[in-house]
């Protein structure tokens, strides 16, 4: 899985999985169709995020590496350099410039995935 669709499943929750019927002793006469799964509904996002144990002690909504370790994800300059090439940017440097950009484009695209973003964390 992508950096980013860790950090997405992070905010919105794993795929729910349909649940399993119980085994039976007869075999039903006909398979019932499973469940349709909900789609995404807007997510909060700081509210989501805020509700996380220690982000009131890590700085997410400016910085990536707070981000990261947030939602459990090795923030290693490696890591945040393939995060910024599967968003786009090849020329990733580790600089806060890059940092604050990089913040910037995975909140603009957990808004667009059905995030609800402030304004002044998006691009």
């Known amino acids: 899985m992508s950096i980013f669709g860790k950090i997405k499943n992070a905010i919105f929750g794993g795929e729910a999985k349909a649940a399993e019927p119980a085994p039976t002793t007869t075999a039903p006469a006909v398979e019932a169709a499973p469940a349709p799964r909900a789609a ?47 968003l786009g940017n090849a020329d990733y440097s580790g600089s806060a410039e890059d940092n604050i950009a990089l913040h910037k484009r995975v909140m603009s695209e957990i808004a667009a995935n059905g995030g609800i973003v402030p304004a002044e964390l998006k691009d």
Do not use: F, H
């Open 40 to 86: 995404i509904s807007e997510v909060d996002v700081t509210a989501r995020l805020d509700n996380i144990p220690g982000s009131d002690k890590l700085n997410w909504r400016t910085s990536i590496v707070d981000l990261m370790k947030l939602v459990q994800i090795d923030a290693s300059y490696a890591n945040r350099k393939e995060l910024a090439q599967e």
